[in-house]
């Protein structure tokens, strides 16, 4: 299925591929402030539908995710990284995707805090 997202002021657009069969909740300091639920796909699923360069990066503890946001809004709409295996992946916030009830996906919660 293809989705739509973006984060509040549509500054920063995006589609997406896949089917969402369950999501992430992670403890970490980041992911328990900003409150995503994350949805991993191979990052080739993820198309920007604005310029690049209205996104802020940042990184923390071991510096492998690039945490994406808007300049504008602030908003959260995804990450990126690798998995174990060196494959790029995305961490869609699936809260920014269009049309997607969040509440009737099944959720993983991923102790963070302790990695």
Known sequence: MNYKGSCHCRG???EVEGDIKQVVSCNC???SRRGSLLWFVPRDSLRL???ADRM???TFNKHVI???FCAKCGIHPFGE????SGNRMAAVNVR??????FTAIPVQHFDGRSH
């Not at 990284?81 to 174990?84: E, L, N, V």
């Not at 920014?96 to 009830?101: F, I, M």
């Open 12 to 14: 920063i657009a995006f």
């Open 29 to 31: 300091s980041m992911c």
């Open 49 to 51: 539908t604005t310029p």
């Open 56 to 58: 802020g990066t940042y």
């Open 66 to 68: 690039q945490h994406r």
């Open 81 to 84: 990284g690798t998995d174990p």
């Open 96 to 101: 920014c995707l269009e049309g997607v009830d």
